[in-house]
């Protein structure tokens, strides 16, 4: 299962392709216009947005993540954020299933806040940068997807 919100987040797992493409897969995605063209063959649970500040979409976020988790059982959660991402490894964890949380190119000087909330909770962490260490010092380096 591969958890992100549209755009950048998007982007990046769309360029481990060639880490999913022969896999079966379903994603977790903010129904957004660049979502629906980039998901357009794949299979999709939309998520509920904006997550912003928002914690009644949190919470819906919550639910749909333990009922799609428990109906898709997927062998692991991988997940690059944003707001989506941190309903999903609180399930994950709970239902025991593997997750993977990879933080985002861009975040070299901090962990972003969906970092700070999925890291504690994922069996794996992956920066794509060496400098991201510094903020996720267990993680293993990927490289960058750019």
């Not at 999913?20 to 994603?27: A, I, K, N, P, Y």
């Not at 995605?29 to 009644?56: F, I, M, S, Y």
């Not at 933080?103 to 991201?132: F, H, K, W």
Request: glycine share 6%.
């Amino acid at each position: 299962m591969l958890v992100c919100s549209a755009g950048g987040h998007l982007e990046q797992l769309m360029r481990l392709r060639p880490l999913w493409s022969e896999m079966g897969r379903v994603w977790v995605c903010l129904d957004k216009p660049d979502a629906r063209a980039r998901l357009a063959d794949e299979q999709v649970v939309w998520a509920h947005g904006p997550t912003n500040r928002r914690p009644d979409q949190l919470l819906r976020n919550l639910r749909l993540a333990f009922r799609t988790l428990r109906r898709v059982r997927p062998d692991w959660v991988l997940s690059n954020g944003a707001g989506v991402a941190p309903p999903f490894f609180v399930a994950a964890r709970a239902l025991g299933i593997p997750s993977v949380f990879m933080e985002v190119v861009d975040r070299t000087d901090s962990a972003s806040l969906a970092g700070r909330l999925c890291a504690p909770l994922a069996t794996r962490v992956v920066v794509q940068t060496p400098q991201q260490l510094a903020s996720y010092p267990s993680a293993t380096v990927l490289g960058p997807l750019w």
